[in-house]
């Protein structure tokens, strides 16, 4: 590190083994780094997720609904001073900017776990609408709020990640993990289109390995109508998407999540 200027901080560094909790192996304690040794954690925290060494991300769901609640007991105070258009903007910021935030590390998770995030935008949803607890959520979200529910955010935000990928404006280390699918030579050359399907890749274990980005993102993309795919402005593609899963949500359309 001394070669390229850089410093370890040992106060501000950690390292985190990552193993399944179906599989008993070794812990690693700590690693070596330079002349400083760092020791191994349960948790770690990057870019405002909080890993747990087994990836059920438990902890970093709780701490979300754990701010999210906070935020929405402190808008409650006020709501009755703020018309609805107001506290859709206060909720937007401060609780449905947390739900939203690298969502699409929480896709495969158990629906016991999207559950708890579910609750908390059906609770920013009331608080806005000002929906009494005994009427019907659905509604809300559909008629008056057009929102889409947890499960279908995290698919649009991953969706959004590969069209992006797809166009050149994604990182590369992403936009290699995705491989456009190539017909054989025996079918006609000019049907291949470059945003048709994208190769699927067969996960080894589906606690873990559906979750991942090279499963998911191949599933995903090739489910989705060829005519939100082809579309070339990611504008036009998020008003694409966004209608075609409210269409699945709420009316009950075929589409793999």
């Known amino acids: ?19 399944s909790r ?27 997720v909080i890993f747990d060494r087994h990836l059920t991300m438990t902890r970093h769901i709780n701490n979300i609904c ?38 699409s590390l929480l896709y ?19 608080l806005i609408t000002l929906t009494k607890k005994r009427d019907h959520i659905t509604s809300i979200l559909r008629d008056h709020l057009h ?6 955010r995290i698919a649009f935000k991953i969706l959004l990640l ?9 990182p590369t280390y992403i936009s290699d993990l995705l491989t ?22 067969r996960a080894r274990a589906q ?8 499963v998911a993102a191949p599933m995903l993309w090739n489910a989705t109508p060829f005519n939100i795919r082809a579309s070339q402005s990611t504008e036009l593609f998020k008003k694409l998407l966004k209608t075609f899963l409210f269409k699945v949500t709420y009316e009950g359309l075929d589409f793999a999540t």
């Open 207 to 214: 606690t873990y390995g559906a979750r991942s980005f090279v």
């Open 180 to 201: 456009r699918y190539i017909p054989p030579r025996g079918l006609r050359a000019g049907n291949v289109r470059p945003t048709s399907n994208l190769v699927p890749v």
């Open 108 to 126: 495969g998770l158990p629906e016991k776990d999207i559950a708890k995030l579910q609750r908390i935008q059906n609770m920013a949803a009331r």
């Open 147 to 152: 929102w889409l529910p947890i499960q279908r």
């Open 22 to 48: 179906f599989v008993k192996s070794p812990q690693i304690t700590s690693i070596a780094a330079g002349e400083s040794t760092v020791t191994s954690v349960h948790y770690l925290r990057d870019l405002g």
């Open 1 to 19: 590190m001394a070669n390229i200027f850089l410093v370890l901080n040992d106060n501000r560094t950690e390292v985190i083994h990552l193993s």
């Open 66 to 103: 754990r701010g999210a609640t906070f935020a929405l007991n402190r808008i409650g105070r006020l709501r009755k001073y703020w018309d609805q258009v107001t506290t859709d903007k206060l909720v937007q910021a401060f609780v449905m900017s947390r739900l939203d935030n690298c969502n």
């Open 162 to 170: 590969i069209h992006k990928s797809l166009q050149g404006s994604a």
